[in-house]
């Protein structure tokens, strides 16, 4: 059974107006810039959801999924999953060149990264979070980064 996300981006753009631009438009960055937020939404929702009591503890779950490498690790195992589409903007945000560089990952990583929250902006901006939350649940389970209710 597909499960139905009710779509924030509609109520946004209802309630503010909305853009006149299509996702195809925007600077790979821009997109990256979203697809950060949103994944980051995500994981909070996840740990939050967990109990994990103390908002220092959500914040340490959440940083140790939502950082540079952890990211790319995620990708390597999503990648033969994407469509052409999706790897093209995959691309366009790892090719990007960013006026701040990685401050706790490796270059590499952190292009990788800015390619995936590309992505995610992507998805977003197009109304595929079923798609979204399918591949990123998958890629946290293999990846073994799921959080997790400490033992």
Avoid: C
């Avoid at 059974?1 to 107006?17: L, P």
């Avoid at 299509?22 to 996840?46: H, M, N, W």
């Avoid at 195992?77 to 691309?91: G, I, K, M, S």
């Avoid at 006026?99 to 595929?128: C, M, P």
């Amino acid at each position: 059974m597909e499960r139905q996300y009710q779509d924030i981006f509609d109520e946004i753009q209802e309630v503010f107006g909305a853009s006149k631009l299509q996702p195809a438009q925007y600077s790979a960055l821009a997109l990256a810039y979203i697809g950060d937020a949103v994944y980051d939404l995500i994981i909070r929702t996840i740990v939050i959801d967990l109990g994990a009591g103390h908002v220092k503890n959500f914040h340490r779950m959440t940083s140790a999924v939502v950082k540079a490498e952890s990211q790319a690790q995620l990708v390597k195992v999503l990648e033969d999953r994407l469509t052409e589409e999706e790897t093209a903007y995959f691309r366009r945000g790892r090719n990007a060149k960013s006026a701040t560089s990685a401050k706790n990952a490796s270059i590499v990583d952190y292009r990788i990264a800015t390619g995936f929250e590309a992505l995610v902006g992507y998805w977003y901006l197009t109304h595929q979070m079923d798609r979204a939350m399918h591949l990123i649940r998958e890629g946290l389970i293999e990846t073994g980064q799921m959080p997790q209710k400490a033992k």
